[in-house]
């Protein structure tokens, strides 16, 4: 059959194929969709820390070359991200507030973005993966980039054995 521009299609051939269409395109969307979820929860399932029998916590690297892991500050759920250079376990004022913890004394901090000034509290119990240590001092008021962002310094991994091997970090308890 010839496509004659002077005869029109009837309405109800335009429905069915705009349809056919949108059809097509929902299960095109869906299907990619599915295959990102899919594929997202496998690589966050490979990215998760875990415990060995010795009781060493190992944490892979994540794509962005950083170490996180889920954590508490006085039994507030956190997530942290590990910084060897940090001096302190670091936090906002948001999540200390969460985790009640004392306004602690004021000082002042040296910070990749300059000196701030922030708060410090002693005597704070933190848990990084099942590894726990219930004196850590912690510094308050520094923003984390999350709601419940953490920066896990010295002021805990002092107090463990830590080790980065290629593409993970292993703390051992002392």
Not at 51 to 79: A, C, K, M, W
Not at 80 to 105: C, N, Y
Not at 111 to 132: I, S, W
Request: net charge positive; aromatic share 6%.
């Amino acid at each position: 059959m010839v496509d004659r521009p002077d005869v029109r299609r009837p309405a109800s051939t335009l429905r069915r194929s705009t349809l056919a269409l949108l059809a097509f395109w929902l299960a095109v969307g869906g299907a990619l969709y599915a295959g990102f979820s899919w594929y997202e929860q496998g690589q966050r399932a490979a990215l998760e820390p875990y415990t060995q029998t010795s009781g060493e916590l190992v944490i892979p690297r994540q794509r962005d070359g950083h170490f996180y892991v889920r954590g508490e500050i006085n039994h507030q759920p956190v997530n942290f991200l590990i910084d060897t250079g940090a001096s302190s376990v670091a936090i906002s004022t948001p999540v200390a507030r969460a985790a009640h913890l004392p306004e602690g004394h004021a000082i002042t901090v040296n910070t990749a973005g300059g000196t701030r000034e922030a708060r410090l509290v002693h005597g704070v119990p933190v848990k990084a993966g099942p590894l726990v240590h219930n004196d850590t001092s912690v510094t308050v008021g520094l923003d984390m980039g999350a709601p419940d962002g953490a920066l896990l310094g010295q002021s805990f991994l002092r107090h463990f054995d830590v080790q980065i091997l290629s593409d993970r970090m292993v703390l051992r308890p002392r």
